[in-house]
């Protein structure tokens, strides 16, 4: 049969990302404590497409994500698909992103119930012709922000609000990225007080009294993000985000920061 998305076009516009969007796949990520966890993935999955061709070829993006349903995803991995991408489809370059819901064990302070958190997670992989490949991990977490200002200025009380905090961080080509877990354990770190799935009165009474005990600002939580990823060994780019879901305004407080490793 013709082959019309293979004729030439002759408009002269290179299109810089073509492929598919919103498909889902499984796919095992794998996790600190060993072994791997099933995700369902959303994929955007894209090559650079010369100015002379009318179009990709759509349905070679899937025959290669298929091949990998059922197999372990990171860097590598990332890698030999896109790979696999630009020598099937003749490109230039490559993407793909993975989006998906990682949960992570979590414990409650006093009585040590056990739940799950399920957080917001990305894999994004970029690879060129020529070899050039980057590898972005983005995760996003709640925390529990108390306000220093209304803590100072009530008789008793303070306001206090549930936010999310996201991470987008590269490492160089020569390091492993860091483990979902213990990116999250460092953004934890930074707020109030973390969020827990299941809590008990015991545990309700701790949490309550430690973001008491810790106020701080979106600013607050933001900068010390920063510091925290700044002293990760080979990270080469990151970029910051928070947010307050205010609760005694009808908007939220945000505040967001990037930087590179040579500043």
Request: glycine share 6%.
């Given at each position: 049969?013709?082959?019309?998305?293979?004729?030439?076009?002759?408009?002269?516009?290179?299109?810089?990302?073509?492929?598919?969007?919103?498909?889902?796949l499984?796919?095992?990520?794998?996790?600190?404590?060993?072994g791997?966890?099933?995700?369902?993935?959303d994929?955007?999955?894209?090559?650079?497409?010369?100015?002379h061709?009318?179009?990709?070829h759509?349905s070679r993006?899937?025959?290669?994500?298929?091949?990998?349903g059922t197999?372990?995803?990171?860097?590598?991995?990332?890698?030999a698909i896109?790979?696999?991408a630009?020598?099937?489809?003749?490109?230039d370059s490559a993407l793909?992103?993975?989006?998906?819901?990682?949960?992570?064990?979590?414990?409650?302070?006093v009585?040590?119930?056990?739940?799950?958190?399920?957080?917001?997670c990305?894999?994004?992989?970029e690879?060129?012709?020529?070899?050039?490949?980057?590898?972005?991990?983005?995760?996003?977490?709640?925390?529990?922000?108390?306000?220093?200002?209304?803590?100072?200025?009530?008789?008793?009380?303070?306001?206090n609000?549930?936010?999310?905090?996201?991470?987008?961080?590269?490492?160089?080509n020569d390091r492993?990225?860091?483990?979902?877990?213990?990116?999250?354990?460092?953004?934890?770190d930074?707020?109030?007080?973390?969020?827990f799935?299941l809590?008990?009165?015991?545990d309700?009474?701790?949490?309550t009294?430690?973001?008491?005990?810790?106020p701080k600002?979106?600013?607050?939580?933001?900068?010390d993000?920063?510091?925290?990823l700044?002293s990760?060994?080979?990270q080469v780019?990151?970029?910051?985000?928070?947010?307050?879901?205010e609760?005694?305004h009808?908007?939220n407080?945000?505040?967001?920061?990037e930087?590179s490793?040579?500043?």
């Open positions: 049969m013709k082959d019309i998305q293979n004729t030439t076009d002759i408009r002269g516009i290179a299109i810089q990302r073509v492929g598919i969007k919103d498909a889902k499984p796919f095992q990520i794998r996790t600190k404590v060993g791997y966890q099933p995700v369902l993935a994929i955007q999955f894209t090559v650079a497409l010369p100015r061709l009318r179009g990709t759509m993006f899937m025959e290669i994500l298929n091949e990998w197999k372990p995803i990171a860097e590598k991995e990332m890698e896109l790979l696999q630009i020598d099937h489809l003749d490109a793909l992103s993975l989006g998906f819901k990682y949960f992570i064990s979590k414990t409650a302070p009585s040590g119930k056990a739940s799950l958190l399920d957080v917001d990305k894999f994004i992989g690879l060129t012709k020529a070899g050039n490949f980057s590898f972005t991990l983005e995760v996003r977490v709640p925390y529990t922000s108390l306000c220093p200002c209304s803590k100072e200025i009530s008789n008793y009380g303070a306001h609000q549930r936010g999310k905090m996201s991470v987008s961080i590269k490492f160089s492993e990225c860091i483990f979902i877990e213990d990116l999250v354990k460092i953004m934890e930074q707020a109030s007080c973390p969020v799935p809590l008990k009165r015991v309700e009474k701790y949490v009294e430690a973001a008491y005990d810790n600002f979106v600013e607050d939580i933001l900068r993000l920063v510091i925290a700044r990760l060994d080979g780019y990151f970029r910051v985000e928070c947010e307050n879901y609760s005694i009808n908007h407080a945000y505040a967001a920061h930087e490793s040579t500043g």
